[in-house]
């Protein structure tokens, strides 16, 4: 009788807290694959915030940063996404836009104000940047000997000199490299995109696939970040790699996380943005995203030896937005002919 008694017991409490388990809260985050890989920092940060906030955190990976803004577009306010986190300061004047996203809680609104370690002034209302890089060509420093200082030298290197690109419609850091040429160049941006031209080997949908062409041998130089050769660095102690800083300077990302109007969990998506700039999320993002922290964190050993620009190049979010068509389609006429 006992034995049954306490069976009981357990079944009842089995059933019993069922519920309890169902209605703890969910936070959805729309962000790039890549940041919820294995290797990225998804897996830290779903951790560690799921210590302190009651909740499960779920993240739904996207081909990109452009394909995060597109699904919140395609799905509108009936979004399921809580947070958008991936989306970059060239994105954010078109984002605004829809309407979808609301400003940062006053609890929150000035911390990226006071805390931030990015190299330029950033104030926005809406989006909280959680990390930066730089621009820049990554090359193997034992193969190629003499890597371009400038777009000028760039262009001019010998014709068996292969560059991997991205598309600028679909990757964040393919616009990256259409705003800096756009920044360097102005009205003769087209005229420098067909000098280039004979040194793209490809241009991919995508910043792996082009990486990953780079590291197969097949390119001499990839369009990354100036910290991308701390992934090799650190994780591989190899220190063959490195980047280009240019003298006309390099272009600056900053990645920024937004909160959905929609949201059905606002008071926890607060909670969540308020964690991107403490010291915990901070530390994760160096070695997992391979980027800057954007508030006061440690940076690893081996960041300090990366090559730093001394000019940082960044066009205002609006003037993207107003320009971004037709700057894409002058790429796609220079890129035809």
Same mark, same amino acid.
């Given at each position: 009788m006992k034995i049954l008694r306490i069976a009981k017991f357990v079944v009842f409490f089995v059933f019993c807290g069922l519920p309890a388990l169902a209605d703890k809260p969910v936070l959805t985050i729309y962000t790039y694959d890549s940041f919820t890989s294995d290797w990225g920092p998804g897996p830290a940060v779903e951790t560690e915030f799921e210590k302190i906030c009651?909740?499960?955190?779920q993240f739904v990976g996207l081909d990109s940063s452009i394909g995060i803004l597109g699904r919140i577009q395609l799905e509108g306010k009936n979004t399921k996404a809580d947070i958008a986190l991936g989306l970059d300061t060239n994105l954010v004047h078109i984002a605004k836009e829809t309407g979808y996203f609301a400003e940062l809680p006053s609890t929150i609104k000035d911390i990226h104000v006071k805390n931030s370690s990015l190299p330029i002034e950033y104030t926005d209302k809406v989006f909280m940047p959680f990390d930066w890089g730089w621009f820049g060509f990554v090359f193997n420093k034992n193969i190629l000997k003499n890597p371009p200082k400038s777009f000028q030298e760039l262009s001019n290197m010998p014709d068996d000199i292969k560059i991997v690109i991205q598309d600028p419609r679909t990757s964040t850091p393919g616009l990256g490299l259409l705003l800096w040429i756009k920044s360097v160049y102005g009205d003769k941006a087209i005229d420098y995109w067909r000098e280039l031209q004979p040194k793209i080997l490809t241009v991919t949908k995508g910043w792996s696939e082009a990486y990953a062409l780079? =590291?197969?041998? /097949?390119?001499?130089?990839? $369009?990354?970040? !100036?910290?991308? *050769?701390?992934?090799?660095?650190?994780?591989?102690?190899?220190?063959?790699?490195?980047?280009?800083?240019?003298?006309?300077?390099?272009? =600056?990302?900053? /990645?920024?996380?937004?909160? $959905?109007?929609? !949201?059905?969990? *606002?008071?926890?998506?607060?909670?969540?943005l308020k964690f991107i700039a403490s010291p915990v999320f901070q530390n994760i993002i160096p070695?997992?995203?391979?980027?800057?922290?954007?508030?006061?964190?440690?940076?690893?050993?081996?960041?300090?030896?990366?090559?730093?620009?001394s000019k940082t190049l960044l066009f205002d979010s609006e003037n993207v937005a107003t320009n971004q068509k037709n700057w894409i389609d002058e790429w796609l006429t220079a890129s035809t002919k």
């Amino acid at each position: 009788m006992k034995i049954l008694r306490i069976a009981k017991f357990v079944v009842f409490f089995v059933f019993c807290g069922l519920p309890a388990l169902a209605d703890k809260p969910v936070l959805t985050i729309y962000t790039y694959d890549s940041f919820t890989s294995d290797w990225g920092p998804g897996p830290a940060v779903e951790t560690e915030f799921e210590k302190i906030c009651e909740c499960d955190l779920q993240f739904v990976g996207l081909d990109s940063s452009i394909g995060i803004l597109g699904r919140i577009q395609l799905e509108g306010k009936n979004t399921k996404a809580d947070i958008a986190l991936g989306l970059d300061t060239n994105l954010v004047h078109i984002a605004k836009e829809t309407g979808y996203f609301a400003e940062l809680p006053s609890t929150i609104k000035d911390i990226h104000v006071k805390n931030s370690s990015l190299p330029i002034e950033y104030t926005d209302k809406v989006f909280m940047p959680f990390d930066w890089g730089w621009f820049g060509f990554v090359f193997n420093k034992n193969i190629l000997k003499n890597p371009p200082k400038s777009f000028q030298e760039l262009s001019n290197m010998p014709d068996d000199i292969k560059i991997v690109i991205q598309d600028p419609r679909t990757s964040t850091p393919g616009l990256g490299l259409l705003l800096w040429i756009k920044s360097v160049y102005g009205d003769k941006a087209i005229d420098y995109w067909r000098e280039l031209q004979p040194k793209i080997l490809t241009v991919t949908k995508g910043w792996s696939e082009a990486y990953a062409l780079f =590291l197969d041998g /097949e390119a001499d130089m990839v $369009l990354s970040y !100036t910290t991308s *050769p701390a992934y090799h660095l650190i994780a591989e102690e190899n220190d063959h790699y490195d980047a280009t800083v240019f003298a006309e300077g390099n272009y =600056l990302q900053i /990645e920024v996380a937004g909160m $959905l109007k929609s !949201t059905s969990e *606002p008071q926890l998506a607060a909670q969540f943005l308020k964690f991107i700039a403490s010291p915990v999320f901070q530390n994760i993002i160096p070695t997992t995203n391979w980027m800057y922290p954007a508030y006061n964190a440690e940076v690893p050993e081996g960041f300090e030896a990366l090559a730093k620009p001394s000019k940082t190049l960044l066009f205002d979010s609006e003037n993207v937005a107003t320009n971004q068509k037709n700057w894409i389609d002058e790429w796609l006429t220079a890129s035809t002919k």
